[in-house]
T-cell receptor, first 113, second 114 residues
């Protein structure tokens, strides 16, 4: 079974500052990990994914995440926040088959001008 | 880029009525999913569907729910007798079936039960 914990339901950062959204997972098998973004009244858009290989993965809109097995973490970062990054961010995990995604509770990111 | 489309975007229904939510997955995808998100809560898995049958379902997906792929393009979720607690955003997703490929989501249908 898999589970995801996102620390911080709300995160506020100043425009231009570093964005760090935390995600820790629990999985009985080597996991596939994902970050999705949800803008108001829209669906879930894939930001990036980790499956195998390089542990630092780059996604869209300047976001990246690092898979750290020893810490069971997959934190999302962006060096410089932009106003358009304001949204809800969901970390998700699944096992190695075509199984369901298990989502975290989400982190609402607010950008302060 | 191909996308998952869902209709309607908003559905308002009286409690006890049947509702059908429709989805058109990405055309070459083989695995289909329904998730829901109650307002202010996390996204929850309902059901997955492959090769014309349910491959997995959650405890939420009780006898009031059913899914169908009536033709080569549509994937539907039916709620037989809606309850107030069925009010939520319902998301359809599809994936190609290649194990390291992600699920692609539609924009959702907001279901409001009165």
């Amino acid at each position: 079974a898999q589970s995801v914990t996102q620390l911080g339901s709300h995160v506020s950062v100043s425009e231009g500052a570093l964005v760090l959204l935390r995600c820790n997972y629990s999985s009985s098998v080597p996991p596939y990990l994902f970050w999705y973004v949800q803008y108001p009244n829209q669906g879930l858009q894939l930001l990036l994914k980790y499956t195998t290989g390089a542990t630092l993965v780059k996604g869209i809109n300047g976001f990246e995440a690092e898979f750290k097995k020893s810490e069971t973490s997959f934190h999302l970062t962006k060096p410089s926040a932009h106003m358009s990054d304001a949204a809800e961010y969901f970390c998700a995990v699944k096992g190695r088959g075509n199984e369901k995604l298990t989502f975290g509770t989400g982190t609402r990111l607010t950008i302060i001008p | 880029e191909p996308e998952v489309t869902q209709t309607p975007s908003h559905q308002v229904t009286q409690m006890g009525q049947e509702v059908i939510l429709r989805c058109v997955p990405i055309s070459n995808h083989l695995y289909f999913y329904w998730y829901r998100q109650i307002l202010g809560q996390k996204v929850e898995f309902l059901v997955s569907f492959y090769n014309n049958e349910i491959s997995e379902k959650s405890e939420i997906f009780d006898d009031q729910f059913s899914v169908e792929r009536p033709d080569g393009s549509n994937f539907t979720l039916k709620i037989r007798s809606t309850k107030l607690e069925d009010s939520a955003m319902y998301f359809c997703a599809s994936s190609s079936g290649t194990v390291n490929q992600p699920q692609h989501f539609g924009d959702g249908t907001r279901l409001s039960i009165l």
